[in-house]
């Protein structure tokens, strides 16, 4: 069955740096595209960032251009969100959740993992 | 980027009642729009995609429309398990933007 799961996530002080990763299993991994949605305490769902299935398109939010990159190593079956600069206003549970055969369809997503900016 | 505005943000219904969310964009989005179900501590699922196609799995009751800048989210009889916070999100164009959520509560 398809699984998306995150890690990665954990307590990091202003300023610093942290990398998620989005391991995937049960699906051709490198035919699909892979997106990170986010949702900080008591808010809604942000859109963050998009990967194409080979990696050659990348897109983000404009809150976190220029502090985050995407990337994948689809030999690992895994995609990577390096979050830099971090700030207390990017605390949030990231999800990982990968693109259906219409790629606007976010049709697989993880529990889950919780980034927590703090000093 | 193009802005999602969802109504009501928030909706008091009954088990068995019909209602409807609106999402309206800010610039033509064609029909490149979803719309997802969230509920506390479990991951958001999807439901409709390209404004009107159901996503595999998800009860009949569930149905989108619309196209360019309005569009709906309908449940056509209301159960227990749908009490949630519904999403629409476009696709049209990067950066991808949610709406801001519409909260459905038990009356």
């Known amino acids: 069955q398809v699984q998306v799961v995150e890690s990665g996530g954990g307590v990091v002080q202003p300023g610093r740096s942290l990398r998620l990763s989005c391991a995937a299993s049960g699906f051709t991994f490198n035919n699909y595209a892979i997106h990170w949605v986010r949702q900080a305490p008591g808010k809604g769902l942000e859109w963050v960032s998009f990967?194409?299935?080979?990696?050659?398109?990348?897109y983000y939010a404009d809150s976190v251009k220029g502090r985050f990159t995407v990337s994948r190593d689809n030999s690992k079956n895994t995609v990577y969100l390096q979050m830099n600069s971090l700030s207390v206003e990017d605390t949030a549970v990231f999800y990982c959740a990968k693109a259906g055969s219409y790629m606007g369809a976010l049709d697989y997503w993880g529990q889950g993992t919780l980034v927590t900016v703090s000093s | 980027a193009i802005q999602m505005t969802q109504s009501p943000s928030s909706l008091s219904a009954s088990v068995g009642d019909r209602v409807t969310i609106t999402c309206r964009a800010s610039q033509f989005i064609r029909k490149d729009l979803g719309w997802y179900q969230h509920k506390p501590g479990k991951p958001p699922k999807l439901l409709i995609y390209?404004?009107?196609s159901l996503q595999s799995g998800v009860p009949s009751r569930f149905s989108g429309g619309g196209s360019g800048t309005n569009f709906t989210l309908t449940i056509s009889s209301l159960q227990p398990e749908d009490f949630a916070t519904y999403y629409c999100?476009?696709?049209?164009?990067?950066?991808?933007?949610f709406g801001q959520g519409t909260k459905l509560e038990i009356k």
């Open positions: 999100l476009q696709d049209h164009i990067y950066p991808n933007t």
């Open positions: 390209a404004a009107s």
């Open positions: 990967i194409s299935d080979d990696g050659s398109n990348k």
